[in-house]
């Protein structure tokens, strides 16, 4: 069964740091583009941050850029998504999503609060 867990969600205080991890289970990522998406109470899903499938390509949201970064795991397993500066905006769920061609699959998700 292929699947994508992600941990590492939890409260934290506005300019702190976290650090999400995808692990994938059933299938390795490569040939992969890999990104995280988040979704705010109320509102829809958004991108975040990916990488393409060949590596060559990494882009950010522009609300995380210079605060969030994307990175790949030494083995074709995990993916991880270090959040720094936090601010009460970045407060959702946030997925793991790993996508070949028009195939999606997604993590359930973990939350991230940030709050004083």
């Known amino acids: 069964q292929l699947q994508l867990v992600e941990s590492g969600g939890g409260l934290v205080q506005p300019g702190g740091s976290l650090r999400l991890s995808c692990v994938t289970s059933?299938?390795?990522?490569?040939?992969?583009?890999i990104g995280w998406f988040r979704q705010a109470p109320g509102k829809e899903r958004e991108g975040v941050s990916c990488?393409?499938?060949?590596?060559?390509?990494?882009n950010y949201a522009d609300s995380v850029k210079g605060r969030f970064t994307i990175s790949r795991g030494n083995a074709q397993t995990t993916f991880y998504l270090q959040m720094n500066n936090l601010k009460a905006e970045d407060t959702a769920v946030y997925y793991c999503?790993?996508?070949?061609?028009?195939?999606?699959?997604w993590g359930q998700g973990t939350q991230v609060t940030v709050s004083s």
């Open positions: 999503n790993a996508r070949k061609l028009t195939v999606d699959y």
């Open positions: 059933g299938f390795t990522l490569d040939d992969y583009a």
């Open positions: 990488i393409s499938s060949s590596g060559a390509s990494t």
